[in-house]
């Protein structure tokens, strides 16, 4: 999920639901409640600590943070030397658990098939749109923190890539190196909020209309393909900070014609065995959990 959230178009979200932990994610961040808090502030320790799920957000926040911290340049050197083969993975991974996500849904009637259509026209729509440079003070900071948390819990939808989209990608990045407390402090703030509103409103939807939320996220899955598709073509640009042009929209072409406009090799059969090798990760997961959940 670091790695994931290192990169504008992969979802954290979509990791943790590919791996299985996305349900005890949810659940976990929506224990984080007064009631928890109430149990450490009388000393309860034990009981806050089980209730929150305390061991399982440890492991998975010190994942995280490892990850980030040791895999950022790794990831930043393959999405420079190699970023087509890394990208055609990203896209078998991708493609393989959207399939296999629709195939869990119980009942895929028409209703529930138009909803993974919605989903998937607002995760596209989301993922092609172009960007633009939010100005502001506390508030766009505290906003762009709720928005991209928000973003970063549901599968398909990137929360480094809504960033990108409001101009605050370079921002945040900027304010992590020089440790600007006022930025972060109400960037934190505001994805804390993020967490705790949507947390509680994910884990009723799934509770409540568990199928009808699987469909919509399906959908989301669906639609942030072309966000991962490796050959694109750069639709708009803008100046950053240093006068450096950084593109703001990429559109998703075909192999032939993305070696005409970069006038380089699409790499096209190692690209498609990294399509493969991805899509055959998720089925290899798929096949151990379904045996795990049969012999449990």
Same mark, same amino acid.
């Given at each position: 999920?670091?790695?994931? *959230? &290192?990169?504008?178009?992969?979802?954290?979200?979509?990791?943790?639901? #590919?791996?299985?932990?996305?349900?005890?994610?949810?659940?976990?961040?929506?224990?984080?409640?007064?009631?928890?808090?109430?149990?450490?502030?009388?000393?309860?320790?034990?009981?806050?600590?089980?209730?929150?799920?305390?061991?399982?957000?440890?492991i998975l926040v010190s994942g995280? &943070?490892? /990850?980030?911290? /040791?895999?950022?340049?790794?990831?930043?050197?393959?999405?420079? *030397?190699?970023?087509?083969?890394?990208?055609?993975?990203?896209?078998?991974?991708?493609?393989?658990?959207? %399939?296999?996500?629709?195939?869990r849904i119980d009942r895929l009637?028409?209703?529930?098939?138009?909803?993974?259509?919605?989903?998937?026209?607002?995760?596209?729509?989301?993922?092609?749109?172009?960007?633009?440079?939010?100005?502001?003070?506390?508030?766009?900071?505290?906003?762009?923190?709720?928005?991209?948390?928000?973003?970063?819990?549901?599968?398909?939808?990137?929360? $480094?890539?809504?960033?990108?989209?409001?101009?605050?990608?370079?921002?945040?990045i900027n304010a992590i190196s020089?440790?600007? %407390?006022?930025?972060?402090?109400?960037? &934190?703030?505001?994805?804390?909020?993020?967490?705790?509103?949507?947390?509680? #409103?994910?884990?009723?939807?799934?509770?409540?209309?568990?199928?009808?939320?699987?469909?919509?996220?399906?959908?989301?899955?669906?639609?942030?393909?072309?966000?991962?598709?490796?050959?694109?073509?750069?639709?708009?640009?803008?100046?950053?900070? /240093?006068?450096?042009?950084?593109? $703001?929209?990429?559109?998703?072409?075909?192999?032939?014609?993305?070696?005409?406009?970069?006038?380089?090799?699409?790499? &096209?059969?190692?690209? %498609?065995?990294?399509?493969?090798?991805?899509?055959?990760? #998720?089925?290899?997961?798929?096949?151990?959990?379904?045996?795990?959940?049969?012999?449990?």
């Amino acid at each position: 999920m670091g790695a994931a *959230d &290192l990169i504008p178009g992969v979802s954290g979200g979509t990791i943790a639901l #590919i791996s299985g932990i996305y349900y005890r994610l949810i659940k976990a961040i929506r224990c984080c409640d007064l009631v928890a808090v109430k149990c450490l502030l009388s000393g309860s320790f034990s009981q806050f600590w089980n209730r929150i799920d305390g061991g399982f957000l440890v492991i998975l926040v010190s994942g995280i &943070l490892v /990850s980030i911290f /040791s895999l950022a340049r790794l990831v930043e050197v393959l999405l420079i *030397d190699y970023p087509l083969p890394l990208w055609s993975c990203f896209f078998g991974l991708i493609l393989a658990s959207a %399939i296999f996500l629709i195939h869990r849904i119980d009942r895929l009637g028409i209703f529930r098939l138009f909803l993974v259509f919605m989903g998937l026209i607002l995760s596209g729509a989301i993922t092609l749109m172009p960007g633009v440079t939010l100005v502001g003070g506390w508030e766009i900071i505290f906003m762009s923190g709720f928005v991209a948390i928000v973003a970063m819990i549901l599968p398909g939808i990137s929360g $480094s890539f809504i960033l990108v989209l409001l101009g605050m990608y370079p921002a945040l990045i900027n304010a992590i190196s020089k440790v600007d %407390i006022f930025f972060l402090s109400f960037f &934190l703030g505001g994805a804390i909020l993020g967490l705790v509103v949507f947390s509680r #409103i994910l884990t009723n939807l799934l509770s409540k209309a568990n199928a009808a939320t699987m469909s919509v996220m399906s959908g989301f899955l669906l639609g942030s393909l072309p966000a991962v598709w490796p050959w694109k073509k750069v639709a708009q640009t803008y100046r950053d900070e /240093s006068g450096a042009l950084v593109s $703001s929209q990429s559109l998703p072409v075909s192999p032939w014609d993305y070696s005409l406009y970069q006038g380089v090799s699409p790499q &096209l059969e190692f690209c %498609i065995f990294m399509m493969v090798l991805g899509f055959t990760v #998720i089925c290899i997961l798929e096949a151990f959990g379904s045996k795990n959940g049969a012999d449990n």
